[in-house]
Structures are given as structure tokens and as C-alpha cells.
């Protein structure tokens, strides 16, 4: 992956490659918590149309990454949190692996925009934060050539899937804990509030 440098180079936009092959694909989930319209607005400026693809289901996931496969990207940048940046890997890996046989099908290289809400994998290649215009200076780097540090992430294989960490399910476990409790204190509260409801109307019965 595509590592950022730590501080920021003086970036300005650069004319497009000749090549198809050393073409810029940047894919975003558009559901994302930190894709917002001007976002998307900003990206649209300094991407070609035609490299720029917007995710909103798994299937669209999957139309864009036999796409990305098919017009033979070498770089690939995802903008979204850890869960998006896998699930694009893991459909490319997937296309390509179905495309091995045909000459010089191969997996592109990965950067990473931290526009999800966890961000742990944008955060180690040091990608830079959505607010202001750092993102579309990630961009601008990567298009000019000028980000020249890559890092080999080794993955587990979880259930098929590539992911770089993973847990137990102990933390999700925890969490439906907590909300069955929320759930039983709020029928515990709503039981004990239509009984106070039950004893003032009773005396105000009585007092009829």
C-alpha cells in the first residue's frame, strides 16, 4: 500500500497519463460517515470522471471492482473506513484471481483516503485527515508521481476473506449485552410508569 509522507509537499495538479495502465482509479464509498457532497465535489475536481467511482451497496462494490480489473489499473485509492478499504480489496482480489489466466492481469497497488469512521489502516499509511483539503493532496501526490514509499501489509484469511486484523466476537457479545439491558431497563421503566399512571387515576376515582 501506498504510504503518504508525514509531511505535506507542495501538490498541484498534473495532465492525465498517456496510458491506461498508469491510470488513477479512485473508488469511495459514498455511504461513508466522512463522504459528504463536498467531499464528492472536491474528489470530482481533481479526478477524471471516468476514473472516478461511487459506491453504494455491496453490488456496487462488486461492478466497480470488475471494472478496475478489466481496464487494468495499476493504482487503486479507496476512500472510506477499514470495512470499505476490505471489501474493495477483497472484490479486486476477487475479479483478478478469476482473470489470472489472461496475460498481465495483476493486483494493483492501494492507497488509502480516511473517510470512514475507523480508520485504521488509512492512519498507519499515514493518510491524511478529511478535514480541510488533505485528501485531495493524498490525491495529487499519487497522481503526480510524487508518493514514491509502499508498505507490504500482510492479511489474515478469515472465512475467505482478507482482512488485516479481526477479533473473537467478544466485543460484539458486549455490545448485545449492553443493549438487552437498555432493552429491559426501558420495559422495567415502562411498566413501573403505567403503574404510577394506574394508582393516580385510581385516586383520583376515589376522590370523585
Same mark, same amino acid.
Given at each position: 500500500?501506498?504510504?503518504?509522507?508525514?509531511?505535506?509537499?507542495?501538490?498541484?495538479?498534473?495532465?492525465?497519463?498517456?496510458?491506461?495502465?498508469?491510470?488513477?482509479?479512485?473508488?469511495?464509498?459514498?455511504?461513508?460517515?466522512?463522504?459528504?457532497?463536498?467531499?464528492?465535489?472536491?474528489?470530482?475536481?481533481?479526478?477524471?470522471?471516468?476514473?472516478?467511482?461511487?459506491?453504494?451497496?455491496?453490488?456496487?462494490?462488486?461492478?466497480?471492482?470488475?471494472?478496475?480489473?478489466?481496464?487494468?489499473?495499476?493504482?487503486?485509492?479507496?476512500?472510506?473506513?477499514?470495512?470499505?478499504?476490505?471489501?474493495?480489496?477483497?472484490?479486486?482480489?476477487?475479479?483478478?484471481?478469476?482473470?489470472?489466466?489472461?496475460?498481465?492481469?495483476?493486483?494493483?497497488?492501494?492507497?488509502?483516503?480516511?473517510?470512514?469512521?475507523?480508520?485504521? &489502516? /488509512?492512519?498507519?499509511?499515514? $493518510?491524511?485527515?478529511?478535514?480541510?483539503?488533505?485528501?485531495? %493532496?493524498?490525491?495529487? @501526490?499519487? #497522481?503526480?508521481?510524487?508518493?514514491?514509499?509502499?508498505?507490504?501489509?500482510?492479511?489474515?484469511?478469515?472465512?475467505?476473506?482478507?482482512?488485516?486484523?479481526?477479533?473473537?466476537?467478544?466485543?460484539?457479545?458486549?455490545?448485545?449485552? &449492553? /443493549?438487552?439491558?437498555?432493552? $429491559?431497563?426501558?420495559?422495567?421503566?415502562?411498566?413501573?410508569? %403505567?403503574?404510577?399512571? @394506574?394508582? #393516580?387515576?385510581?385516586?383520583?376515582?376515589?376522590?370523585?
Amino acid at each position: 500500500m501506498l504510504v503518504q509522507p508525514f509531511r505535506a509537499a507542495a501538490v498541484e495538479l498534473v495532465p492525465e497519463p498517456a496510458t491506461s495502465s498508469d491510470r488513477i482509479a479512485v473508488l469511495v464509498n459514498a455511504r461513508a460517515r466522512k463522504v459528504t457532497d463536498q467531499v464528492i465535489r472536491a474528489l470530482s475536481h481533481v479526478v477524471p470522471e471516468g476514473d472516478f467511482f461511487q459506491s453504494r451497496s455491496l453490488l456496487d462494490a462488486r461492478r466497480i471492482a470488475t471494472q478496475v480489473v478489466h481496464q487494468g489499473y495499476r493504482t487503486v485509492l479507496l476512500g472510506g473506513g477499514d470495512g470499505t478499504v476490505m471489501c474493495f480489496i477483497n472484490e479486486i482480489a476477487h475479479q483478478v484471481s478469476l482473470k489470472r489466466h489472461q496475460f498481465g492481469v495483476r493486483m494493483p497497488r492501494f492507497g488509502i483516503l480516511k473517510l470512514g469512521t475507523g480508520n485504521s &489502516v /488509512a492512519s498507519w499509511m499515514n $493518510a491524511s485527515s478529511a478535514r480541510g483539503d488533505g485528501f485531495v %493532496d493524498d490525491v495529487l @501526490r499519487v #497522481r503526480s508521481g510524487t508518493i514514491t514509499a509502499s508498505r507490504t501489509v500482510d492479511m489474515l484469511q478469515v472465512e475467505g476473506k482478507r482482512a488485516p486484523f479481526c477479533g473473537m466476537g467478544v466485543d460484539g457479545h458486549q455490545a448485545l449485552a &449492553v /443493549a438487552q439491558i437498555r432493552v $429491559a431497563e426501558a420495559v422495567i421503566l415502562g411498566a413501573e410508569e %403505567d403503574r404510577d399512571a @394506574r394508582r #393516580r387515576r385510581l385516586r383520583h376515582e376515589l376522590r370523585s
